[in-house]
T-cell receptor, first 112, second 114 residues
Framework: SQQGEEDPQALSIQEGENATMNCSYKTSINNLQWYRQNSGRGLVHLILIRSNEREKHSGRLRVTLDTSKKSSSLLITASRAADTASYFCATDLNTGFQKLVFGTGTRLLVSP | DTEVTQTPKHLVMGMTNKKSLKCEQHMGHRAMYWYKQKAKKPPELMFVYSYEKLSINESVPSRFSPECPNSSLLNLHLHALQPEDSALYLC?????????????FGQGTRLTVV
């Protein structure tokens, strides 16, 4: 399977704390993306990092990418209860066509 | 308008029924996708359409039949499904060959096969 692995599988923190989740993948990629999914509904795109980028920020989100280790991390700073969701990394395989392969996901619970 | 709209939201069907899932977007995206997601698992790609032509079929059983009648619509026709086909079916769209572009997902159809 080309599927990536994420850890931890589940993360429980208090509001205001930072949350870090990690993603490892297996093949060369065009880019890596992070998505959020609330309660098993649709996915919402959070951030995209290209294979030639090492770090990217968007609001309270910080993403890093290490292509030599085939890994990425997502940091959510100053978390809020509304951040409670499942987070998936998705690799866009460099096939000349967008073909997202999702990681196993991290379930984040932020308690008030 | 950055929405992908899927109907119905919920569907219960018997193993001998024929039903269809519908997906619509008006973002001008020429790539559309069907994903299947089982509980507590990541989405898995089923089909990709590019410019209304089927580009990728990830070895999906023939009881799932996709159709792209125009650049805004994507259907998934279902026939003779099995209980193990119960899942959340997600539609997505994106630019074609966008090179580093995001996918927009609908809210999904939760399918139960009885």
């Amino acid at each position: 399977s080309q599927q990536g692995e994420e850890d931890p599988q589940a993360l429980s923190i208090q509001e205001g704390e930072n949350a870090t989740m990690n993603c490892s993948y297996k093949t060369s990629i065009n880019n890596l993306q992070w998505y959020r999914q609330n309660s098993g509904r649709g996915l919402v795109h959070l951030i995209l990092i290209r294979s030639n980028e090492r770090e990217k920020h968007s609001g309270r989100l910080r993403v890093t990418l290490d292509t030599s280790k085939k890994s990425s991390s997502l940091l959510i700073t100053a978390s809020r209860a509304a951040d409670t969701a499942s987070y998936f990394c998705a690799t866009d395989l460099n096939t000349g066509f967008q073909k997202l392969v999702f990681g196993t996901g991290t379930r984040l619970l932020v308690s008030p | 308008d950055t929405e992908v709209t899927q109907t119905p939201k919920h569907l219960v069907m018997g193993m001998t029924n024929k039903k269809s899932l519908k997906c619509e977007q008006h973002m001008g995206h020429r790539a559309m996708y069907w994903y299947k997601q089982k509980a507590k698992k990541p989405p898995e790609l089923m089909f990709v359409y590019s410019y209304e032509k089927l580009s990728i079929n990830e070895s999906v059983p023939s009881r799932f039949s996709p159709e792209c009648p125009n650049s805004s619509l994507l259907n998934l026709h279902l026939h003779a499904l099995q209980p193990e086909d119960s899942a959340l079916y997600l539609c997505a769209s994106s630019q074609v060959f966008g090179g580093n572009t995001e996918a927009f997902f609908g809210q999904g159809t939760r399918l139960t096969v009885v």
